[in-house]
């Protein structure tokens, strides 16, 4: 099972920019899929997250900015992220809390990571 998140880059304040996280692998079920990020010098928080059936969740720094959404058929996540502000540069973090075929637990697996840069 591997987690690929794309869609990172440099942007100016008040811009937007959409990450992707694609699951690979088999999977018997895919639960629920988050983003977090984490800045230079700060622990990692988590940014938004969605469930299998829609239900989201958002940090503060999140509410009104961003929103995330999933297309279970590709088995990915998305995040919008709208009005950027420097306080969002970043490395953002894809997990996903997934059920592997032939294991009796649900496991969190994580993307490597992509960076967002907001300039002022």
């Known amino acids: 099972v591997q987690l690929q998140a794309s869609g990172g880059g440099s942007v100016q304040a008040g811009g937007s920019l959409r990450l992707s996280c694609a699951v690979s692998g088999r999977i018997f079920r895919l639960n629920t899929m988050s983003w977090y990020r984490q800045a230079t010098g700060t622990g990692r928080e988590l940014v938004a997250a969605?469930?299998?059936?829609?239900?989201?969740n958002y940090g503060d720094s999140a509410k009104g900015r961003f929103t995330i959404s999933r297309d279970n058929s590709k088995k990915t996540t998305y995040l919008q992220m709208n009005n950027l502000k420097p306080g969002d540069t970043a490395v953002y973090y894809c997990?996903?809390?997934?059920?592997?075929?032939?294991?009796?637990?649900?496991?969190?697996?994580w993307g490597q990571g992509t960076l967002v840069t907001v300039s002022s």
């Open positions: 969605i469930t299998a059936d829609g239900g989201t």
């Open positions: 997990s996903s809390v997934l059920k592997r075929h032939g294991f009796a637990a649900d496991s969190e697996y």
